[in-house]
T-cell receptor, first 115, second 113 residues
């Protein structure tokens, strides 16, 4: 149980375009989902916390107008990278916390490459 | 701010060797400590956790003890297997702010037959 999926697993887009990444909790409801970014050989960096039905809370230094997060249901959160640039190329990982639990379950990640 | 440091990898061991991956942390208050594992092509999985000083977390033969005096949470396993090859992340979650998990950089482990 407690499976989180991400789609797509990898995506290549051109500079200036936008790309949407989906995070789904497959067998549980998640009031809270998290979005992380991971650079090669570096730690996971929390970008934002999204709560179902409300605005996401962004970490310091993360541009909320660039990384749009929507958590429209208890099983789906989306991250949209707007006007992507090569420096946005990274590995994006989401996690979901089941309602009433203090544990997080992680998705497999999405590799974004901006050309 | 809070941070986690862990030993640089990659680490390569022969099957049945003893494993230690060092982890130290900096935090205000009394954080909860975690080890996560990421197998190739999969998401992060919680391996074990400890929520207070002197607690020992254990799972799948892995152990780690919360040492407040040395601010450490070293991961150990007595006999590694090829299937243990993965990236291991030490992490903390500050008490009172359970939402925010801070990760170390990860240590890649390769176990060879």
């Amino acid at each position: 149980g407690a499976v989180v999926s991400q789609h797509p697993s990898w995506v290549i887009c051109k500079s200036g375009t936008s790309v949407k990444i989906e995070c789904r909790s497959l067998d549980f409801q998640a009031t809270t989902m998290f979005w992380y970014r991971q650079f090669p050989k570096q730690s996971l960096m929390l970008m934002a916390t999204s709560n179902e039905g409300s605005k996401a809370t962004y970490e310091q230094g993360v541009e909320k107008d660039k990384f749009l997060i929507n958590h429209a249901s208890l099983t789906l959160s989306t991250l949209t990278v707007t006007s992507a640039h090569p420096e946005d190329s990274s590995f994006y990982i989401c996690s979901a916390r089941p309602t009433g639990s203090d544990e997080q379950y992680f998705g497999p990640g999405t590799r974004l490459t901006v050309t | 701010g809070d941070s986690v440091t862990q030993m640089e990898g990659p680490v390569t061991l022969s099957e049945e060797a003893f494993l230690t991956i060092n982890c130290t942390y900096t935090a205000t208050g009394y954080p909860s400590l975690f080890w996560y594992v990421q197998y190739p092509g999969e998401g992060l999985q919680l391996l074990l956790k400890a929520t207070k000083a002197d607690d020992k977390g254990s799972n799948k033969g892995f152990e780690a003890t919360y040492r407040k005096e040395t601010t450490s949470f070293h991961l150990e396993k007595g006999s590694v297997q090829v299937s243990d090859s993965a990236v291991y992340f030490c992490a903390l979650s500050s008490r009172g702010r359970y939402d925010k998990v801070i990760f170390g950089p990860g240590t890649s482990l390769s176990v060879i037959p």
